[in-house]
């Protein structure tokens, strides 16, 4: 008899094999009416609201004439994540999904499906016995609490980010991204789950290890010197390898990176 959980008795083995709906790959944004006087370029918030707005007020920002763009991670580690959510959505902000975006994604795809019915008790022994469907399921931190908290609005909102955004004209050789880019792929033909964590290339390919191969950023450098800039290009085919800039964040250990080809904003 297989052993069940919660209210309509979860079979164990259902909770274990569910899988959350895979991330939008791509998305290439336009701008909606006029081209902004400025974009805005912002690293990981990590529900750093207080921080945003202080930023924002710096700034001086004007959302009709200013285009704000978040490398991913808007949740967890900080204080408010739920308030970042929703004042990214309130200034219309571009973004990509990071790591810590999609943990919490997962987590309440899996509350609203297998997990609904299960209590915070049983959630805890199926962590503890390792019958939960991902590793990073913790019950009680950020992201399972976060992933509670979020307004249906709210996570459909983060589920629609892409891994990739690349920038409309005259930007089109930029490309947002969360963690980094394998080099010997074109864009249509990264892994989104790579993307969001990728920080080295490593004898297997992608990594979120610095201690493995080398450094994303430089092996791209390395595979643009032989590409011809495509800027003015109304329509490029994702399909094939572009010349691209990239701006990235993930990568705090690094600190602040700043190099012709790529921009680690973490």
């Known amino acids: 008899q297989p052993k069940a959980y919660g209210r309509l008795k979860v079979r164990a083995a259902d909770v274990k094999s569910f899988r959350a709906g895979p991330p939008t790959l791509l998305e290439k944004k336009e701008f909606s009416a006029k081209e902004p006087k400025r974009l805005i370029f912002i690293g990981d918030i990590h529900g750093s609201l207080k921080e ?14 200013d285009q704000v763009v978040l490398v991913g991670d808007l949740v967890a580690k900080g204080p408010e994540s739920v308030g970042v959510v929703r004042r990214a959505r309130q200034i219309n902000a571009w973004c990509v999904r990071g790591n810590h975006d999609d943990r919490v994604i997962r987590w309440r795809e899996f509350l609203d499906g297998p997990g609904a019915t299960l209590s915070e008790s049983e959630l805890k022994s199926l962590e503890k016995s390792g019958g939960l469907p991902y590793d990073d399921f913790k019950v009680g931190k950020d992201h399972y609490q976060i992933a509670r908290d979020l307004s249906p609005d709210d996570i459909t909102w983060l589920k629609s980010l892409p891994t990739i955004l690349p920038l409309p004209l005259p930007y089109s050789e930029w490309v947002v991204v969360h963690g980094g880019l394998d080099p010997s792929k074109p864009l249509l033909k990264q892994s989104a789950e790579d993307v969001m964590v990728t920080r080295n290339i490593g ?14 950023f430089e092996l791209w450098a390395d595979k643009m010197k032989g590409l011809s800039p495509s800027s003015g290009a109304k329509d490029l085919n994702f399909d094939e390898m572009h010349y691209n800039k990239i701006i990235y964040g993930h990568d705090a250990g690094r600190n602040l990176q700043l190099h012709p080809l790529t921009k680690g904003l973490d």
């Open 52 to 65: 945003l707005n202080l930023l924002l007020c710096k700034l001086k920002f004007k959302r009709d004439e």
């Open 203 to 216: 004898s297997s390919g992608p990594t979120s290890s610095r201690d493995e191969g080398k450094a994303w």
